[in-house]
């Protein structure tokens, strides 16, 4: 019964009628009831299939006008990297939270959620559960964000390059980042991308910065290869004109790519993981993302 189901909500999700907020609650629906029979797969299919997705949406963009939005999106990821992380390491103190979880939940608000995790993890040599409390964190405010960010920027009537702006900035994962984006416009979309991958590069220096303040010594820092290859297909899509008649075909799947990816996030946020994250990591993550969230939005209908 459970394979049946969870058969048929994926098949739904490869339909054109599937967007990337109804993919999210059908897994989130399918891990409430009946459960997710395949967690490991889904588990391991996720970061994989994210990554080919980003770089499929690569070859639906133009590179210049990605780096016109790279420009503009430079100032605010810097000051919003730091102030989240230093911010972090203060509420995390007040909380009386382990120095690990704090970080780790720090990165992933302040770079990209889950990937930010899992790259800084290794570095921090964190334990099994401090990693599966800020993972839990992130997911859980990821699906809140996809689900609240369209309606309040139509509220607003943010215009596409601000809403791009907003969702790179304030909301965690990539995969949520694009799928908010994806439901406001093309524009939004491919501004949100570009500038959250750039952010995404922090993960390097941040990795770095972790192995010297926690005095970690013979550890690898994990480089975000899917980056370059977004990057790769963004210029072929420019440069190349004999590759554009395939570009809508190629984002298209990439869309779908997405669509697929959170329903597999959504499928993997049983009660037990959003339980198993306790109240003060959540609060922890709730007070960040909304500081973020609210200035960030504060500064763009400021100045953008």
């Known amino acids: 019964m459970q394979q049946v189901v969870f058969g048929a909500a994926l098949g739904l999700c490869l339909t054109p009628w599937a967007s990337p907020p109804l993919a999210l609650a059908l897994g989130l629906i399918l891990a409430q009831t009946v459960g997710n029979p395949f967690t490991s797969q889904t588990k391991r299919l ?23 939005a790279g420009k503009e999106g430079i100032l605010f990821t810097v000051v919003s990297v730091v102030g989240t992380l230093g911010l972090g390491y203060l509420v995390g103190k007040w909380l009386g939270l382990g120095r690990h979880v704090v970080h780790l939940i720090s990165c992933g608000t302040a770079i990209c959620g889950g990937s930010a995790i899992a790259a800084v993890g290794p570095v921090l040599r964190a334990k099994d559960e401090e990693m599966s409390v800020a993972l839990g964190t992130v997911f859980v405010l990821n699906a809140l964000a996809l689900f609240a960010f369209p309606p309040i920027g139509h509220a607003l009537a943010l215009t596409q390059n601000q809403f791009g702006l907003w969702c790179a900035i304030a909301i965690h994962d990539t995969s949520s980042v694009v799928g908010a984006a994806a439901a406001y416009g093309t524009q939004a979309l491919q501004v949100a991308t570009t500038v959250k991958l750039a952010r995404a590069l922090w993960i390097i220096p941040v990795s770095i910065g972790t192995a010297l303040a926690f005095r970690q010594q013979g550890v690898k820092v994990q480089v975000p290869y899917f980056i370059l290859g977004f990057i790769a297909a963004m210029l072929v899509n420019t440069y190349v004109p004999a590759v554009r008649p395939l570009a809508p075909l190629l984002t298209h799947l990439a869309k779908i790519g997405l669509t697929v990816t959170l329903f597999f996030i959504g499928a993997g946020l049983s009660v037990r993981v959003v339980r198993a994250v306790g109240a003060r990591p959540f609060v922890l993550g709730t007070v960040l993302w909304v500081v973020i969230s609210v200035s960030s939005l504060y500064v763009i209908l400021q100045s953008v």
């Open 46 to 68: 996720t970061k994989y299939l994210l990554q080919f997705s980003v770089v499929g949406l690569g070859f639906g963009m133009n590179a210049h006008a990605a780096l016109q």
